[in-house]
């Protein structure tokens, strides 16, 4: 069983909450989180031009395949 925080302790902890609660609220760390997400969600330039291609191959072997049945 635990044992109740003691005043200093508590207030120790409100102190480290209050500081990082003000310091994420800071336009620098808003900023850097922003960028960071940014940077994540964007794909590498070379990956649109490849699933675009691999998106007119199939197309491709689809009209192929299509054509050869005879389905219209």
């Known amino acids: 069983m635990k044992r109740p925080?003691?005043?200093?302790?508590?207030r120790r902890?409100?102190?480290r909450a209050w500081s990082r609660r003000r310091l994420a609220a800071s336009p620098s760390v808003r900023n850097a989180l922003q960028l960071?997400?940014?940077?994540?969600?964007?794909?590498?330039?070379?990956?649109?031009?490849?699933?675009?291609f691999a998106a007119l191959i199939?197309?491709?072997l689809l009209y192929l395949v299509y054509s050869r049945l005879g389905i219209s």
């Open 5 to 10: 925080l003691k005043e200093y302790e508590i």
């Open 13 to 15: 902890l409100l102190h």
């Open 36 to 52: 960071n997400l940014n940077r994540e969600l964007e794909e590498p330039r070379g990956e649109a031009v490849k699933y675009f």
């Open 58 to 60: 199939l197309q491709g």
